[in-house]
């Protein structure tokens, strides 16, 4: 049942995958099974509804996709009181016109083609604010695509071509869809991430049609470094416990404590926190695993 409520390396819940299925035939009982198992099983789980509706806008979800989601929230969820943030909904909306463009030029026909019928869907899922009037002051006060685009994939920059439009929108589209930025955040080796930051900037001055080489290439190395990062990460994190342990080894009260000899559980608690944070792990961790780090890494396509 664990599983139910175990996102993957996406950051994904199995239930989002049911929603998102671009399937239409998808088994409606199949849903609903999956909902029942997790609120039997979990009934405190809250699902973060805001970051779903994000997710689906990045990977250019069609109007039914959304109108299954706020269905599903409404019908099975009523008792969850989570505020769907408009003004960001707007943005992502916004998003998902680009990611479905073929040009700039095309943003108003796909605008007009779904995307305010999916602000409509919204509406009448009890939305507190206009999205089809934020969608408008969102685009027009600010209409700039380079702004829009770059504040979309921050702290990632430098990758926009001022000369070629085209190419810009090729480039947003794959760092939306595959969000690069947010994985590139979670590499947490800052020569790994250069490394990435720099081929991206070089994205600006790639031809576009050599840029679907460069882009798998630089998606390839990403993978690299997130294959190798992994086990970096949980040895660091064996490493804070091995120290916070080490910490409270050396308090006789908080021995006696996990013993059962104590009884100021409270006072004991507070200073095992007080304990992880006084352990030295944010100084020695980073000292330790700049030996276990290979910085040049060959990674394979």
């Not at 970051?51 to 599903?72: K, P, V, W």
């Not at 049609?209 to 660091?236: F, G, I, K, M, T």
């Not at 304990?275 to 944010?282: E, S, T």
């Amino acid at each position: 049942p664990k599983s139910l409520i175990t996102v993957d390396k996406w950051g994904y819940l199995p239930l989002f995958y049911a929603i998102r299925s671009n399937n239409n035939n998808f088994p409606r009982e199949i849903l609903q099974f999956l909902i029942h198992k997790q609120k039997s099983a979990y009934p405190d789980f809250s699902l973060n509804w805001n970051e779903m509706i994000e997710s689906l806008c990045r990977a250019g979800a069609s109007l039914d996709i959304f109108q299954r989601l706020l269905t599903t929230r409404q019908t099975f969820f009523p008792e969850d009181d989570t505020t769907i943030d408009c003004r960001k909904t707007a943005r992502e909306l916004t998003i998902r016109c680009l990611v479905r463009c073929d040009c700039f030029e095309d943003y108003y026909s796909v605008w007009d083609d779904d995307t305010m019928e999916v602000a409509n869907v919204f509406q009448a899922c009890g939305t507190s604010e206009d999205i089809q009037s934020l969608l408008s002051l969102h685009i027009h006060q600010r209409f700039s695509w380079q702004t829009i685009c770059e504040e979309s994939v921050a702290p990632l920059e430098g990758w926009w071509n001022l000369d070629h439009s085209p190419s810009s929108l090729k480039i947003f589209q794959f760092l939306v869809k595959c969000k690069i930025s947010e994985r590139w955040n979670a590499i947490g080796v800052r020569t790994w991430r250069s490394n990435i930051q720099r081929e991206v900037e070089r994205l600006s001055c790639k031809a576009i049609w050599s840029l679907p080489n460069h882009l798998d290439a630089l998606h390839s190395q990403l993978v690299c470094y997130e294959r190798h990062y992994r086990p970096l990460n949980e040895a660091s994190f064996l490493l804070e416990l091995a120290l916070w342990k080490w910490k409270i080894d050396e308090l006789p009260i908080i021995a006696s404590d996990i013993e059962g000899e104590c009884d100021l559980a409270d006072d004991a608690a507070l200073t095992r926190r007080q304990c992880r944070m006084n352990c030295g792990a944010h100084s020695i961790i980073p000292n330790v695993l700049m030996f276990l780090i290979k910085l040049d890494i060959v990674c394979e396509e």
